[in-house]
């Protein structure tokens, strides 16, 4: 529904219970991105920044030391708040339900993995994914669209513009379980739509081996120990290559959407969650001797990869015109809590999403039809979608679990384009096939089980 009249508490116990050459674009349906004006009926732009585990926690005080100019700045001339999730706050459902704005019964991501005929279990794919996601009614209306390593998004779908599937990153691993660059790109299809794309990414990927002493040294990872698996490392370089990628493709290709997701301060939580809190906790004057210096070394990780995300944002500001909204979310957020809820039981693994989450995440607009200098009430995952289909003058389905953040709206906005809905965006063909085997199933197992998510 567009405007309801349950509660964000209401809503998400009912959750609960639910439980690229330019040419290679030219190929996606209908016409290239434009390069001028958007192709939505609304005539708006927008950005969307998707970083996991981010929280109001973390950034109030930074944004206070003046370490975050950007996110300060886009606090203060933007619509800003808290975005509730739900349990389990497990990284495939809670982001498949932002970008379809729908809940796990209704898009059919329930877990991280599904089992196949054979009874072996494997990563959820997007053959899976049962709903619309805000890409797929982007194309359909005829609005190009950029996404860069969303969950869930493998095997690429047709979209009009690119998709950068979360199997776009480099997949190989040296033998301590680092990534190696580029890959056997080979071995597995549809990565990226267009499939030439990814030939424009892998340019701009960087890993732990290929980066200067400089690099590594500004993005902080010198100060973490050395861990074999999937390594924290690994995921702050694949943030950054997908930073670095995304500016190109954006700068390239001009999509009137664009998104991209960021996974590396969810998983320094993951597995540095101490060691941060106790630096945290010096730096706010809690502790009155200074933690070891190794783990205050490894505790300034996370804001040394705010700081570069805050970077991100200003190279997003540069570009974003009059009619261009920025919009920055996070799933979940993170918290100093001792207690454990139940561990979810799914296909036979152990799944503990919850044990440090907080369902307090953070929610920005800023820009374009966006209201400056709100501070919004607390609303939910569920409704990113539905307010991201209203700031493109398109209709909500009536079938979305979501809302449209109507508050985040400048009035006059609103009355040149007043909310529609429509029954549905659903076409009743999707996640008919189940999921999708990879060769690279067998390391993105490992992943999960090296955050804590699988047994």
């Not at 197992?445 to 998510?453: A, D, N, Q, V």
């Amino acid at each position: 529904m567009i405007t309801g009249h349950l509660s964000p508490r209401t809503r998400l116990l009912r959750i609960a219970l639910a439980v690229l050459p330019a040419a290679a674009i030219a190929c996606a349906p209908g016409p290239a991105p434009r390069k001028g004006g958007s192709a939505a009926p609304s005539g708006q732009r927008c950005f969307l920044v998707g970083i996991d585990s981010a929280s109001w926690a973390d950034l109030d005080p930074l944004i206070a030391a003046g370490t975050l100019p950007n996110f300060a700045r886009l606090r203060r001339e933007g619509a800003w708040g808290i975005l509730k999730s739900f349990h389990p706050t497990a990284s495939s459902i809670v982001w498949t339900s932002i970008a379809t704005g729908k809940t796990p019964d209704k898009h059919g991501i329930r877990a991280f993995v599904a089992p196949l005929p054979s009874g072996e279990r494997v990563p959820v794919s997007s053959t899976m994914r049962r709903a619309e996601a805000i890409w797929n009614i982007l194309t359909d209306a005829g609005v190009p669209v950029g996404v860069i390593g969303w969950w869930v998004t493998w095997p690429a779908e047709e979209v009009r513009g690119f998709l950068c599937s979360d199997y776009t990153w480099p997949l190989k691993k040296d033998r301590d379980g680092f990534a190696t660059g580029r890959d056997d790109s080979l071995r597995l299809s549809r990565r990226t739509y267009p499939e030439a794309i990814l030939e424009e990414v892998l340019p701009h990927v960087v890993t732990p081996a290929t980066l200067s002493a400089a690099e590594r040294n500004d993005m902080g990872l010198d100060r973490l120990p050395h861990t074999p698996g999937y390594a924290v490392a690994d995921l702050l370089c694949k943030d950054e290559s997908y930073l670095r990628a995304g500016l190109h493709l954006l700068d390239r290709h001009g999509p009137d959407f664009f998104a991209v997701y960021l996974e590396g301060i969810d998983a320094f939580k993951h597995l540095f969650w101490p060691q941060h809190s106790a630096y945290r906790a010096w730096r706010s004057g809690l502790l009155r001797e200074p933690p070891p210096r190794e783990m205050r070394g490894t505790g300034e990780v996370l804001e040394i990869h705010y700081r570069r995300i805050d970077r991100f944002l200003g190279d997003l500001l540069a570009r974003a015109g009059p009619e261009t909204a920025i919009v920055v979310i996070s799933d979940h957020g993170y918290g100093d809590n001792p207690g454990r809820r139940p561990l979810l039981r799914t296909f036979n693994d152990t799944i503990e999403p919850d044990h440090w989450h907080d369902l307090d995440g953070m929610v920005l607009f800023w820009g374009g039809a966006i209201r400056p200098g709100v501070r919004m009430e607390d609303h939910s995952v569920l409704d990113i979608t539905p307010t991201l289909l209203a700031l493109f003058g398109l209709p909500i389905g009536d079938d979305m679990d979501g809302q449209v953040i109507v508050e985040a709206f400048r009035p006059e906005f609103l009355e040149r384009h007043p909310l529609r809905r429509i029954p549905t965006h659903e076409k009743g063909n999707r996640g008919l096939t189940g999921p999708t085997e990879s060769p690279f199933d067998r390391e993105m197992l490992e992943r999960l089980r090296s955050l804590g998510y699988l047994n």
